[in-house]
T-cell receptor, first 117, second 110 residues
Framework: GAVVSQHPSWVICKSGTSVKIECRSL??????MFWYRQFPKQSLMLMAT?????????EQGVEKDKFLINHASLTLSTLTVTSAHPEDSSFYIC?????????????FGPGTRLTVL | AQSVTQLDSHVSVSEGTPVLLRCNYS??????LFWYVQHPNKGLQLLLK??????LVKGINGFEAEFKKSETSFHLTKPSAHMSDAAEYFC????????FGSGTKLNVKP
């Protein structure tokens, strides 16, 4: 079956530094990837949609200069949290959609827990 | 515009009794609807999805959900709860983009 991986699974960083999170589709080509954020004991919030080879589309209220998304290949999207602050601490989850399944099929990664000190 | 409302933040049942997790949605078009489960420290797992075929959808682990357009509901049920069902459940609406409900935490008592 379709597998999506994320790296790292957890990361701790100092305030003011930048952190990069990778999302990979392991056995399919992901034409579109999505990034979500989940605060403790809350639901997932869609942050942005990433299409291979084009700029990401951000949801309302999400700072695009803060959360840089790059989808350089059909199997890799990266989310960089720039100048991280404690309020950026969260669980970040990516999902990927391949071009052969229906538009409603997304495969989720296991998530990355970010803690900013 | 699309949105989804999960009516109960917490549900507690005894093992062997039925489970009902409620979900209402709104959408400007006919959406796809899903239920996902998230166990502690684990990723999201798709339980079932509705995509305009049969209104009663059967999923994994004995779960099923019924799509009722007139009530804009997509409630999740299981006839008999198991301890391993204890987790967070999310109702999701969308086609291209997914929008998650606030989640329902299911507790199963022995």
């Amino acid at each position: 079956g379709a597998v999506v991986s994320q790296h790292p699974s957890w990361v701790i960083c100092k305030s003011g530094t930048s952190v990069k999170i990778e999302c990979r589709s392991l056995d399919f080509q992901a034409t579109t990837m999505f990034w979500y954020r989940q605060f403790p004991k809350q639901s997932l919030m869609l942050m942005a949609t990433s299409n291979e080879g084009s700029k990401a589309t951000y949801e309302q209220g999400v700072e695009k200069d803060k959360f840089l998304i790059n989808h350089a290949s059909l199997t890799l999207s990266t989310l960089t949290v720039t100048s991280a602050h404690p309020e950026d601490s969260s669980f970040y989850i990516c999902s990927a959609r391949d071009g052969t399944s229906g538009a409603d099929t997304q495969y989720f990664g296991p998530g990355t827990r970010l803690t900013v000190l | 515009a699309q949105s989804v409302t999960q009516l109960d933040s917490h549900v507690s049942v005894s093992e062997g009794t039925p489970v009902l997790l409620r979900c209402n949605y709104s959408s400007s078009y006919s959406p796809s609807l899903f239920w996902y489960v998230q166990h502690p420290n684990k990723g999201l797992q798709l339980l079932l999805k509705y995509t305009s075929a049969a209104t009663l959808v059967k999923g994994i682990n004995g779960f099923e959900a019924e799509f009722k357009k007139s009530e804009t509901s997509f409630h999740l049920t299981k006839p008999s709860a198991h301890m391993s069902d204890a987790a967070e459940y999310f109702c999701v609406v969308g086609l291209y983009k997914f929008y998650f409900g606030s989640g329902t935490k299911l507790n199963v008592k022995p």
